[in-house]
């Protein structure tokens, strides 16, 4: 069974940094990706940034600059730097995994992940 345990979020001022952790336990072999997505109240999930299993990483626009995902392949863990942090940042955000194989177009979508974590909450204060 495939679980994904976030860790790492808290309240920030505007200009703020956070380190978000995602602790993987369940899988036999690497997963063909992993991404973390975030959630504003009133809002839909939006994919944030996405790293294959051969390193390669994809970011969304409003990520690009600011945020960095990772993963210590060792310790079975993937993170996502935040920093540059800005009110409209604030949201829950989560980590997602997918075994297999998907195509480019999936890699920020939420239907292409089916393993999902509870969440870490980011609130960043003008």
């Known amino acids: 069974q495939v679980q994904l345990v976030e860790s790492g979020g808290g309240s920030v001022q505007s200009g703020g940094s956070l380190r978000l952790s995602c602790s993987v336990s369940?899988?036999?072999?690497?997963?063909?990706?992993m991404a973390w997505f975030r959630q504003a109240p009133g809002k839909e999930r939006e994919g944030v940034a996405t790293i294959l299993n051969d390193g390669a990483t994809i970011y969304a626009d409003s990520a690009k600059d600011r945020f960095t995902i990772s993963q210590d392949n060792a310790e079975n863990t993937l993170y996502l730097q935040l920093n540059s942090l800005k009110p409209e940042d604030t949201a829950m955000y989560y980590c997602a995994a997918r075994r297999d194989w998907l195509p480019a177009r999936l890699w920020l979508d939420v239907s292409g992940y089916p393993y999902w974590g509870q969440g870490t909450q980011v609130t960043v204060s003008s």
């Open positions: 369940g899988y036999t072999y690497s997963p063909y990706s």
